[in-house]
């Protein structure tokens, strides 16, 4: 490793480099966190201490040098971190393969920063780290495509209460299941609804809430987010 540079954000550049991440795009799939986050890091626009652990794994470097500038091993080669990081088919691997957690964007869906019309549009919350032994269990997606939201008012009372934590599989976007949860945008206002599809290109929006009232809108005006995974909530 050549000299150590004075910023975490560019020893995180650095190493990312060195390990053969030519593209930080490249290496935010490789973790699993969406790009634009990612460069937020690199760029030292947020600090990213929950995750140098993971990220200096991933690079080959320790934590401490990823941090602090302390002493750091040299980076293995590029081919050795595809072969053994990210493999040809992207289906997670297990936590006992000695793979670590994994960090998925938590995002807010009750706020769009655009039109609403995409998972972009929602802003970032934080990461999340899971264990890659559970993701699997839930979705066969890549890390990338799940993200994770907190339930927003009593509209899917009971089946979801207020905070409950839901994780969104975006790689699912078709209606071809009815009444699943799924997440989704109407007229740029987030959701997490049941859908169904009712013909004639329409679409009913509907809550498990009884006192809240069903709404039928067309299929064109709908942008579906991803379905809903999993619901988690604390006891």
Request: net charge negative.
């Amino acid at each position: 490793m050549e000299e150590s540079p004075d910023t975490p954000h560019e020893r995180l550049a650095q190493a990312r480099q060195q390990a053969g991440f030519a593209d930080k795009a490249d290496f935010a799939r490789a973790v699993g966190i969406h790009a634009t986050t990612y460069r937020a890091y690199e760029n030292g626009q947020n600090g990213f201490a929950k995750l140098a652990s993971l990220f200096a794994s991933k690079l080959g470097v320790s934590t401490d040098w990823l941090l602090h500038g302390d002493s750091a091993p040299k980076s293995p080669p590029r081919k050795q971190i595809v072969a053994a990081e990210v493999p040809d088919q992207p289906a997670l691997t297990g936590a006992s393969d000695g793979d670590g957690a994994i960090a998925i964007r938590r995002v807010d869906l009750s706020y769009a920063m655009g039109a609403g019309t995409s998972i972009d549009d929602y802003p970032d919350v934080e990461l999340v780290l899971y264990d890659p032994d559970f993701l699997r269990r839930i979705s066969r997606a890549e890390p990338a495509c799940l993200f994770v939201a907190s339930g927003d008012g009593d509209s899917m009372f009971p089946t979801l209460i207020n905070d409950d934590e839901v994780v969104i599989d975006t790689s699912q976007r078709v209606l071809n299941m009815q009444d699943r949860i799924w997440a989704c945008s109407y007229q740029g206002a987030g959701m997490i609804k049941r859908l169904r599809a009712v013909g004639n290109g329409m679409v009913e929006i509907r809550s498990d809430n009884k006192t809240v009232g069903d709404q039928v809108v067309p299929a064109d005006d709908l942008f579906i987010v991803g379905r809903v995974v999993y619901v988690g909530r604390r006891v």
